[in-house]
């Protein structure tokens, strides 16, 4: 017994170090939401994720007053981001409210924000696709496919993703894929200056992963933030309306505007490693503690309504203790008429 005990102690502490670390990942939907076809929703683990920073989703927004304004615009990073994904197949209602819920590693409380798009990008998509770090020659050749690269690597003008891939910045988290993005011809500054990522929370994005898979997620023009447009501030915000047949990308970050105003301040003092400017010998991006601690996992809860069908609902720790206890009483009594016969 005391080796069970030992092992899910373990188990636990483990788990609370991870929930307390960054959640930094490449685009992962999970399993959907909701699929209409079969009226079923999925696992609750997949309506209780997490979100890196409580910035991502503002930082996608076009005017916030930071990183995307009239002078500049960096565009945003998908990391800071979480994607989900659902599917219709009749026009329906659909209402959606995201609650930012507690975090036991000392980040604050998610203002969350979300957008919903047509379609998905390719699972494990990131926005440095085209970084050759690390990778075997045949991980190479699976990732430099006609859609990511054209006819021929290192052919410019031959077509492909990285063609059109502008320039990142040298403090973003993905300035040593710039060596391989203008090989193919990519990396031309665009109008308002190098960029951060690729997404924006408010238009369509075009993202790729390292098989070679490309698509675009078409903005729908619904976006919803806690605490903009009149929403109140509150942990939670809610968007209900009508969607037609077919896959949407459900996309959920912070939107907390003096969180993102720190946020973009700790990722512009990146430095590239191994490197100065573009080349070869860059591997990665060195940032401080403050960009580290700004981008703690926060929790969050999704709930989703469609046509009067309802996601999910947890279970309130107080029911589960309250049943563990009517268990354990009925146990004892069980034992006591045991004893008395």
Same mark, same amino acid.
């Given at each position: ?21 960054? +959640? ?77 819920? &507690? ?48 006819? &021929? ?101 912070? #939107? ?10 700790? =990722?512009? #003092? ?26 703690? &996992? ?20 107080? =029911? ?9 009483? +009925?146990?004892? &009594? ?8």
């Amino acid at each position: 017994m005391r080796n069970k005990s030992l092992i899910v102690g373990s188990l636990c502490a483990l788990a609370l170090t991870l929930a307390a670390g960054v +959640a930094s990942a490449h685009v992962g939907y999970g399993s959907e939401l909701y699929n209409q076809t079969t009226n079923t929703f999925g696992a609750l683990n997949n309506f209780t994720p997490t979100a890196s920073s409580n910035a991502g989703w503002i930082s996608g927004m076009s005017n916030n007053g930071v990183n995307r304004t009239g002078t500049i615009d960096t565009l945003a990073d998908t990391h800071n981001n979480r994607f989900r994904f659902f599917t219709l197949d009749q026009n329906s209602t659909v209402s959606i409210t995201v609650t930012g819920t &507690a975090n036991t590693n000392g980040a604050s409380v998610l203002n969350p924000g979300f957008s919903i798009f047509s379609g998905l990008v390719p699972a494990s998509s990131h926005d440095g696709v085209g970084d050759l770090n690390g990778l075997t020659p045949t991980q190479i050749a699976t990732l430099q496919s006609n859609a990511m690269v054209g006819t &021929a690597p290192n052919t410019p003008g031959d077509g492909g993703h990285l063609q059109s891939v502008p320039e990142f910045a040298t403090w973003s988290p993905f300035f040593d894929a710039m060596d391989e993005i203008t090989a193919e011809g990519g990396g031309t500054v665009d109008a308002l200056g190098a960029n951060w990522g690729v997404y924006q929370a408010d238009g369509n994005f075009t993202m790729g992963n390292n098989n070679g898979l490309v698509s675009t997620a078409t903005f729908t023009g619904n976006a919803v933030g806690d605490g903009h447009n009149g929403d109140a501030l509150d942990n939670q915000v809610t968007w209900t309306g009508n969607l037609g047949p077919g896959t949407y990308s459900l996309v959920i970050g912070g #939107a907390n505007s003096s969180d993102l105003a720190s946020l973009f301040t700790a =990722v512009q #003092a990146g430095t590239p490693i191994g490197c100065t400017g573009v080349s070869t010998t860059c591997n990665g991006t060195a940032y401080g503690t403050d960009y580290t601690n700004l981008r703690l &996992a926060r929790n969050m809860f999704i709930e989703m309504n469609v046509n009067g069908n309802v996601s999910p609902v947890p279970v309130p720790a107080a =029911v589960y203790l309250f049943g563990s206890g009517l268990i354990g009483l +009925a146990g004892m &009594a069980r034992r006591k008429m045991a004893a008395k016969a």
